[in-house]
């Protein structure tokens, strides 16, 4: 007996002596474990990393040792080995300066953002879920680095560098979801990305031609949603996350639920989303001088047989603005070996329809509305991929992934006049199908290659018809895009290459070219509507896009970098073959000799570090556009104008202009004002001339920007932060084109600001509240471009759990 509590107490003491060496390193605010944080002594002899619980046995080092737990996210901490025993749970706080963040969306291979002379800007899942976005254009607005704008609650186009729609790039999971009728005014696709299953998102400004081809002139946004993850000893594993939020100015109700399930070498990852909006409600307070201006005093109601307007009780509220969506994704990954993965991923998006709200607050020369009906249809987008990926050197590669993709996605268009008999649809079906392959390949110490291919064909089908609102009657219609079908293929092979110089890689050059290849085929079929002079319209494009620059990760914290690329967009079918009326009293009618656009960029970069403390930046850029595609008018058959749905129309066209400019400034400062306290904010100003006629480029959005105030305490997470936008003047809209001056005041778009408070507190472990106020002083403003008024006072809810 004596033996047996002998060999007890010697147990007992070996349980807390191992007990006492493993240490616990948490979130400080939403104490979830920190994975792969280093923990290293003084001289740096030994180290060991947190494990996936957050975990990790420090009994490597020396009890003399003093040791520092650090994270690519989250600031240093310092503590002796004792001390850490002692404690055995250490909290870290997330900091706003990340120096050693690593982005994929450069070269598609994970790299150094210091190490590349683009600008680049991030958000990762914790972020996402911190901001509560409704939508993805909502997540891209509350960085304070994109400008966004909206036609409608359901939509977000965001620009970059005075670039938007088809002239910047979209891609989810390495496959770019830029169609063959991606238009070249404003475009709500983003908003099928579903923000809430998002890993990260990542910006790079500028233009991507070289890595992304065709369309990627103001930049790339680059969307990673989450992979499943695998069974650390093989055995089953199940896991997931929930959440449900409420919001007051659109009545808004969104629920998302995760599932990850692993087992072997196998493992899946589910995400349901709905949401549902009602009528938007905007602010109270106009800006000065224009009390009332977007008001909402009378809405279209289909009554009894007939069109009626009908007196809005409260004009901040813009009737025709709610809609409802759904978003699914499934992964499925298996890994038979550690150097090979293989993954299905599959999404699909589809909504209610969509108010175009800005249609609906238009009204005629009686005040009556314009429009009885001006909805998108439900928008559908499915997206099946398959990948594969490759690790370990071979004579080709160090790594390689291999992409194939399908995307088939649907738009409609529904239209009528107010007491018009004709309901218009106009339905468009889109089919992708692409392969991407690109491989890694270091040659010695101080070389990467990067090379790859991509192969994309793309087939459109437009089809329209009218209904009789009053007796069925179903009657033939213009449709949108050629009716005999419009097919475009592309072919391109590319090459960079990165040299590290110098013992300390303190310098880096990188060079890389693009050749591509694109071919556009569309019919026109039925003559009755449009009796064109031509039957068929034909595009060979081709094109050597190219890119060049450096970073200079100087001494005592400077950063210097610089970059000339060149970037190119051949014309698509929406360009080509599309019968639009983009603003009243005007159409646009296809134009088969448009060419391609070029832009030719150069920035420079400049960036203070010091002590990870205080960190400057600013980003200077200037890009020349030649064979710019621009709206002018225009005439058909020796006409100016044509009968478009039974109106008399202006006839406008897509021409190319012969030059213009566009340039601006970019600015970041962020700051840590005390451990538990930060501070960041963003600017950015940005012009743009067509300078062979001397007028503005549209899509130039005004000076933009955002500050916000961090607090990290214990379980709880606060941000303050004001968003503002400047004039945008009269004299600064372009005659033509996308800006929507008839959205705006006689004046131009004013200048607006919003004040802004999130919050979040860890209940427990599992559970988590967050709230916020937005546009806390009731503000009444308007995006520019934009002809839907933002969100009045906002209250939002959302409750997180997680198993």
Request: aromatic share 12%; net charge positive; charged share 20%.
């Amino acid at each position: 007996m004596r033996h047996l509590c002998c060999l007890l107490l010697f147990m007992g003491v070996c349980w807390q002596t191992i007990q006492a060496q493993t240490i616990l390193v948490l979130d400080k605010a939403e104490q979830k474990p920190v994975v792969g944080a280093l923990i290293i002594n003084q001289q740096e002899s030994r180290q060991v990393l947190t494990n996936s619980k957050g975990k990790a046995d420090l009994a490597v080092f020396s009890d003399q040792d003093t040791l520092t737990i650090r994270h690519t996210t989250y600031l240093p901490l310092r503590r002796t080995k004792q001390q850490l025993a002692d404690i055995q749970t250490v909290e870290l706080t997330e900091k706003v300066i990340n120096l050693e963040e690593i982005v994929f969306s450069a070269n598609k291979f994970a790299e150094l953002r210091t190490d590349l002379p683009h600008k680049i800007e991030t958000v990762d899942a914790r972020r996402i879920a911190f901001y509560n976005p409704q939508n993805t254009g909502d997540l891209l607005r509350q960085t304070g680095h994109i400008f966004v704008q909206t036609s409608q609650m359901g939509g977000g186009s965001p620009v970059l560098r005075g670039f938007e729609a088809s002239r910047v790039l979209l891609v989810i999971d390495g496959v770019r979801m830029n169609n063959a009728i991606y238009r070249s005014g404003h475009l709500q696709n983003v908003i099928t990305i579903d923000p809430n299953v998002l890993e990260k998102a990542e910006v790079v400004f500028g233009p991507g031609s070289v890595i992304y081809g065709s369309d990627a002139l103001g930049g790339v946004m680059h969307f990673f949603t989450r992979n499943p993850t695998f069974s650390d000893d093989g055995q089953f594993k199940a896991s997931g996350s929930a959440f449900t939020r409420i919001s007051s100015a659109n009545s808004e109700w969104t629920g998302n639920a995760i599932v990850n399930l692993a087992v072997g070498k196998w493992a899946s990852l589910t995400s349901i989303t709905h949401k549902h909006f009602g009528e938007q409600r905007a602010g109270n307070v106009y800006p000065r001088g224009y009390h009332g201006i977007w008001a909402r005093t009378v809405y279209p109601a289909f009554l009894n047989g007939r069109d009626t307007a009908l007196v809005n009780p409260n004009p901040n509220l813009q009737k025709w603005s709610g809609y409802s969506q759904l978003d699914v994704l499934q992964k499925i990954a298996f890994q038979p070996h550690h150097d090979n993965r293989f993954m299905l991923n599959v999404q699909y998006s589809t909504s209610s329809e969509v108010p175009r709200t800005d249609r609906y607050g238009e009204y005629d020369n009686r005040g009556l509305p314009r429009w009885a009906v001006w909805d998108y249809g439900p928008q559908k987008r499915l997206l099946a991929s398959l990948r594969a990926d490759f690790l370990g050197e071979t004579e080709f590669y160090d790594k390689a992934s291999v992409i194939v993709a399908w995307q088939n996605i649907f738009e409609s268009r529904i239209t009528r006049r107010f007491g018009a008999a004709n309901r218009t649809h106009r339905e468009e079906t889109v089919n992708v199908f692409s392969v991407n392959a690109d491989l890694m390949k270091s040659i010695g110490d101080y070389h990467e290659l990067r090379y790859g291919l991509e192969i994309a064909h793309n087939d459109v089908q437009s089809v329209a018809y009218n209904i009789n609102v009053r007796n069925g009657a179903r009657t033939a219609a213009s449709t949108r895009y050629p009716d005999g079908g419009s097919q475009t293929q592309s072919f391109a092979l590319y090459l960079t290459h990165a040299w590290e110089v110098g013992s300390k890689r303190q310098m880096i050059f990188s060079q890389g070219l693009r050749y591509q290849y694109i071919t556009l085929d569309a019919r026109f079929v039925e003559r009755s509507f449009y009796p064109f002079p031509f039957d068929r319209a034909e595009q060979r494009n081709s094109a050597l896009t190219g890119n060049m620059g450096f970073a200079w990760n100087a001494s005592y914290g400077w950063r210097i970098s610089a970059m000339l690329s060149s970037g190119f967009r051949s014309p698509n079918v929406d360009d080509l073959g599309k019968i639009f009326d983009s603003t009243p009293g005007n159409v646009i009618l296809p134009n088969p000799n448009i060419r391609p656009e070029y832009v030719y960029n150069t920035e420079i970069t400049l960036s203070k570090n010091i002590q990870d403390r205080i960190f400057a930046e600013a980003t200077a850029f200037h890009a020349w556009f030649t064979n710019a595609l621009v709206v002018r008018n225009a005439q058909f058959n020796g006409q100016d104008s044509v009968m478009y749905d039974n109106r008399k129309s202006r006839v406008q066209t897509i021409t190319n202009a012969n030059r213009a400019v566009v340039y601006g400034l970019q600015a970041t400062l962020k700051m840590h004002l005390a451990e538990w306290l930060a501070m960041q904010s963003n600017l950015t100003w940005t012009r743009g001339r067509v300078t062979s006629e001397g007028v503005p480029l549209d899509h130039i959005p005004p000076l933009y920007g955002q500050t916000t105030l961090t607090a990290t305490r214990k379980k709880m997470r606060a941000e303050f932060w004001v968003q503002y936008n400047g004039w945008k003047r009269l004299a600064d809209y372009s005659p033509t084109g996308e800006d929507n001056l008839q959205y705006a005041t006689p004046d131009g778009m004013p200048a607006w600001a919003t004040l802004n408070l999130r919050t979040s507190y860890q209940l427990n472990r599992w559970i988590q509240l967050q709230g916020g106020i937005e546009n806390i002083t009731n503000q009444h403003y308007r995006l520019f471009a934009s002809g839907i008024s933002a969100p009045g006072r906002n209250f939002y809810a959302t409750l997180r759990a997680i198993f």
